[in-house]
C-alpha cells in the first residue's frame, strides 16, 4: 500500500487520521488506484467516496472522449439541459452516447463512476432514453431531471419493471437502479419527505432504488422567482432543507452547480458552504472543479470513523451490548 506520506492529504484530513481510521485510508487510496488490504476492500461499509459529479455533454464527440481520463468521482452524461431540445439533437446525443458506451467497454471508468442524466418525463424522449439506457451495463445510475412528487419517481420504476419483465436485451442485473432525484421546484420542495421516502411497489431490483437528492438551484430559481445572489442567502432554506432530508433518509445529498465556472476561489467558498450544511458532493459543469470539490467534501476522521462503526452495527460485526455501546 502506498505509504501516507506520498498521498496528497485533502482539506481536514491529516497524516494521523490517515493512519488511524481505515474508511479515509481506503477512500484515498481508492481515488488514486492504489492497493488496500484485502480485510478493508471486503468490509461493504468501506466505499468509495462520491464528492464530485461531472456533466459531460452527450452531444460531443470531444467531450465524450475527454470523460476518459477525468478524476470526477462520478461522472453525468447527461442527455437533458446540454442538448439542444429538437427532437434531432436528442436522438442524435442519445445515438451519439450509446455507440460512446459501446465500443469503449475497455477504456471506461468502473460503472460505480457512470451516471446517465435523462430527459424528463413529460418529455417525449424519456422512454427511449430510460429504454436505451437499462440495455447499457455499464448504467447503474439514472439522474431523472424534474421529479416534483413520489409519483414522478413511480412512472421511472414502472418503465424499469416493464423493461425487466421483458427479459429482452444484453443485461441481467443483479443489482438494483441507482436513481437520483433532481429537485429543481417549489413543489419538489413541498413534497420533498415523500420524494426521499419513496419506494418502488416492484421491489429495488425489479423497479430501481433512489440513492441521492440533487439540487438544481438554477430551475428552481426559475420556478419559484428566487432572484440569485452571490451571497446563497436566498437558497440557504432549500439546500439545508435537501441536505437534512437525505439524510434523514440514507441518501446521498449533491448540491448545486456554481455556473461560474471560472472563479474558483467563489467555487471553494461555495463547495465549503456546502460542506458545512451537511451535503456529501457537488456538481460540476467544468474539470477545473472537480479538483476543489473533492478536496473540500471529505469526511473527517470522526465522521468517517462513525460510517465504518455504522456498517460494522448493521453487518452483525460489533458485539458490544446495548449498554456498553453507551
Known amino acids: 500500500m502506498l505509504k501516507p506520506r506520498n498521498i496528497r492529504i485533502a482539506r481536514g484530513i491529516t497524516l494521523q487520521s490517515y493512519e488511524t481510521c481505515p474508511t479515509l485510508r481506503i477512500s484515498l487510496n481508492r481515488r488514486y488506484n492504489t492497493k488496500a ?42 442527455l ?20 460512446f458506451l459501446t465500443s469503449r467497454t475497455e477504456e471506461l471508468p468502473p460503472s460505480e463512476r457512470i451516471a446517465i442524466r435523462l430527459n424528463s418525463i413529460n418529455t417525449p424522449f424519456f422512454r427511449q432514453d430510460i429504454s436505451q439506457a437499462l440495455q447499457l451495463p455499464s448504467i447503474k445510475t439514472f439522474v431523472l431531471p424534474k421529479i416534483h412528487s413520489p409519483h414522478d419517481l413511480h412512472i421511472v420504476s414502472q418503465e424499469i419493471y416493464t423493461h425487466s419483465q421483458l427479459g429482452s436485451g444484453p443485461v441481467v442485473r443483479d443489482e438494483p437502479i441507482n436513481i437520483v432525484a433532481s429537485i429543481e421546484s417549489a413543489r419538489a420542495v413541498f413534497n420533498l419527505g415523500g420524494i426521499a421516502g419513496w419506494q418502488s411497489e416492484h421491489g429495488p431490483l425489479a423497479g430501481g432504488k433512489l440513492a441521492g437528492l440533487l439540487f438544481a438551484a438554477e430551475d428552481y430559481c426559475a420556478d419559484t422567482s428566487v432572484i440569485r445572489t452571490p451571497s446563497r442567502r436566498e437558497l440557504l432554506y432549500t439546500r439545508s432543507k435537501i441536505a437534512i432530508t437525505a439524510k434523514a433518509f440514507g441518501l446521498q445529498a449533491i448540491d448545486m452547480v456554481c455556473v461560474n465556472y471560472k472563479d474558483l476561489k467563489y467555487l471553494e467558498e461555495e463547495c465549503q458552504d456546502g460542506r458545512e450544511l451537511g451535503f456529501t458532493g457537488k456538481q460540476a459543469i467544468h474539470p477545473t472543479q472537480v479538483d476543489i470539490i473533492q478536496a473540500t467534501f471529505v469526511p473527517s476522521k470522526k465522521e468517517g470513523c462513525y460510517r465504518a462503526d455504522r456498517g460494522r452495527r448493521a453487518n452483525g460485526d460489533d458485539r458490544r451490548t446495548h449498554d456498553q455501546a453507551g
Open 80 to 99: 437533458e439541459d446540454s442538448v439542444p431540445p429538437s427532437a434531432t439533437d436528442k436522438n442524435g446525443a442519445r445515438d451519439r452516447l450509446i455507440n
Open 37 to 78: 488490504s484485502s480485510s478493508e476492500s471486503r468490509s461493504p461499509a468501506l466505499t468509495s467516496l462520491q464528492r464530485s459529479y461531472l456533466y459531460v455533454p452527450s452531444s460531443s464527440d470531444r467531450m465524450l472522449q475527454k470523460s476518459l481520463t477525468t478524476l470526477s468521482d462520478v461522472i453525468i452524461y447527461d
